[in-house]
């Protein structure tokens, strides 16, 4: 069976991955490097083991969250599409069966808010550890004095955790943010479709979505 540490020497994958990050920073888009999907890969699998799904499901969303992003060395439009057929024909082309591979294939194509949504388990595994990846390391632009609102936004955050609990059945994102550097408002205006499709994905999996700022529950 395909693992993620074979995907992880695919030099095709890293190729990709690679050239995802140069786009998309020329682009000023914030850092979507082997960070990202490093902890993308780990959270989305770690989700599931809280939960205590079978544990080829969570290989499963280790996977995908390793590849989530391939999309980009296309295009960051419609990434998420172009991204699930690339990752499909890698997969297969590694060996890994059509239905394993068609599972995360799905959840990567429903990964981005514009478009996505929980199809399945490892794809609402898959949502929640992306978008709880916010934080100040990943703004790629030095120049404070050029931030846009998401750049402001990202830099403010000086903590994140994602936080599973699966006793009271709750997925919790802690954000501790510098509101000298960024309103809690702006945070809404920016992540506010993130935010509902982590609440449709928690609920996917039996879960209540919390968001909590400062100490503060606000969802």
């Known amino acids: 069976m395909v693992t993620l540490e ?6 095709e994958v890293n190729t990709l991955l ?3 990050h140069q786009q998309l920073e020329i682009r000023g888009y914030t850092e979507h ?30 996977i995908a969250g390793y590849l989530h992003d391939i999309g980009n060395a296309i295009n960051r439009e419609d ?7 690339m990752a499909y024909r890698i997969l297969t082309g590694m060996g890994m069966s059509y239905h394993e591979a068609g599972i995360i294939m799905q959840a990567i194509g429903n990964h981005d808010e514009g478009s996505g949504m929980p199809v399945s388990n490892v794809a609402a595994a898959l949502i929640l550890a992306d978008k709880s990846d916010v934080h100040r390391s990943r703004v790629t632009n030095t120049d404070i004095s050029t931030f846009d609102i998401h750049d402001r ?4 955050v000086v903590s994140s955790e ?9 997925a919790i994102l802690e954000l501790e943010i510098d509101t000298e550097i960024c309103p809690v408002m702006d945070y809404f205006e920016i992540f506010l479709d993130r935010m509902k499709l982590n609440r449709r994905a928690a609920e996917f ?6 968001l909590v700022i400062n100490g503060t529950q606000l969802l």
Do not use: C, W
Not at 34 to 62: K, Y
């Open 153 to 156: 936004v990202n830099y403010a």
């Open 79 to 85: 990434h998420a599409i172009t991204g699930a057929y």
């Open 33 to 62: 490097s082997f960070r990202h999907v490093g902890r993308t890969a780990n959270m989305a699998g770690l989700i599931l083991q809280t939960l205590d799904h079978d544990e080829r499901d969570v290989e499963l969303a280790r």
């Open 205 to 210: 999996l039996g879960l209540r979505f919390e």
């Open 18 to 20: 690679r050239l995802s």
């Open 162 to 170: 994602l936080l599973v609990d699966p006793d009271n059945k709750k």
């Open 6 to 11: 074979d995907v992880k020497k695919n030099e």
